[in-house]
């Protein structure tokens, strides 16, 4: 592959999350009154049904968990596929921390995905926070200038500065002609494919299916060869 020492210090990646429980009513009295009122400011002058709005809880690292972190790597010419996934969010996290401190901890490493850095990287640090888990240095911003934090993200560089819309991940693999890898769920299926189906493994071949296209992207807009399946390992 041209070009193989510009990405082999890319940590790619995509998270899945869902509504801390099943179910509106499990919540305790305080959390039940915090997610009112956030849901009252998401769809203000309308009679709400929490039973209904709760899926949405998932996007809110405040009132959600983290389900699936799915990474990928370049090495020895091959794209190494890594899946961290568990109804155990403690367990799930510090793997993925362990991983981080191991192998992404100098100055050169960086992290990518697909508006990973208003959605995935803050998410992941604050469930880490609320887990009790210390941040590793390259999700730790805190005294960094810009220029030194190493996040890179797809959605981003599509915009070359134009901040008036949102692009999706679906989108750009379309524009790309890279596979859908919405073949099988959807974002807003996933808290349904967990709680309710139980289907850890979907939604981790799902969010796997989501890397792998950040990184084809990366390639596409960074004017490289595209991975192709066939050096595609999972691991």
């Known amino acids: 592959m041209n070009s193989l020492k510009k990405l082999d210090k890319i940590l790619f990646l995509d998270i899945e999350t869902v509504p801390q429980f099943p179910k509106f009513e499990v919540l305790n009295g305080r959390m039940q009154q915090l997610w009112t009122k956030k849901a ?96 590793p240095s390259i999700l730790d911003l805190s005294n960094k200038k810009p220029w030194e934090v190493n996040h890179l993200d797809t959605m981003q560089m599509w915009k070359f500065g134009d901040y008036k819309n949102y692009t999706s991940l679906d989108l750009l693999t379309a524009i790309f002609d890279i596979p859908s890898p919405k073949d099988d769920i959807d974002g807003s299926e996933v808290w349904n494919v967990y709680w309710n189906q139980k289907d850890l493994k979907r939604i981790t071949e799902y969010c796997q299916k989501d890397t792998i296209s950040v990184v084809r992207i990366y390639q596409a807009m960074s004017g490289l060869e595209m991975i192709d399946d066939e050096n595609i390992i999972f691991v």
């Open 40 to 135: 009252k400011q998401l769809f203000p002058n309308q009679e709400i049904d929490m039973d209904e709005v709760y899926p949405r809880a998932g996007i809110y690292a405040e009132f959600g968990k983290i389900v699936c972190i799915s990474t990928a790597f370049f090495h020895n010419d091959k794209l190494r596929v890594k899946s961290f996934a568990s109804e155990n969010e403690f367990e799930l996290l510090s793997d993925f921390a362990k991983l981080l401190n191991e192998h992404f901890s100098d100055s050169e490493s960086k992290l990518c995905g697909h508006n990973s850095k208003e959605f995935d990287i803050p998410y992941i640090a604050r469930r880490m926070l609320i887990n009790k888990i210390a941040l």
